[in-house]
């Protein structure tokens, strides 16, 4: 018996449908939410565009602002001299010279400097002073 029963309400919902009044109800609800579901959706993408635009902008000024470091890097770099193969000063000089010290080889600075100038004046035979130099780094 129990599937004549819904057999039953399955026609009476079909033919309650099929009325223009409860269509017209069910329409008008419908209707309210597919316009609010819309306007969410136009909002959504409104917001989307924004964030879009947003983010290219952004990534427009990073890619100017990594361009402008690169540049500045390059600049502070023009300076710069690397002598190969120079060798370190005797660790009780190293320790004894006075100066910034660099940790990875013990050496101060100016001991670095003092290895420079020696190079450059008594091997090389240039005519330096401690004033053409402004700072000597060990690099690792």
Known sequence: MPP????NITDDLIKALQDENV???FGGIFDERVKLLAESV?????ENDRKSAEIN???N???VAKSKICELEAYSRRDNLIIS????VS???AVSTPGTNDVSTGEHAAATEK???ALCQHQLKLPITPSDISICHRLN
Do not use: Y
Not at 4 to 7: E, G
Not at 42 to 46: G, R, V
């Open 61 to 63: 000024d990073l890619s």
């Open 23 to 25: 269509r017209a109800i």
């Open 42 to 46: 136009n909002f959504l993408k409104q």
């Open 57 to 59: 902008k952004l990534a």
């Open 91 to 93: 660790m009780a000089e």
């Open 115 to 117: 290895a420079v100038l």
């Open 4 to 7: 004549k029963v819904n057999q």
């Open 85 to 88: 193969g120079l060798p370190v």
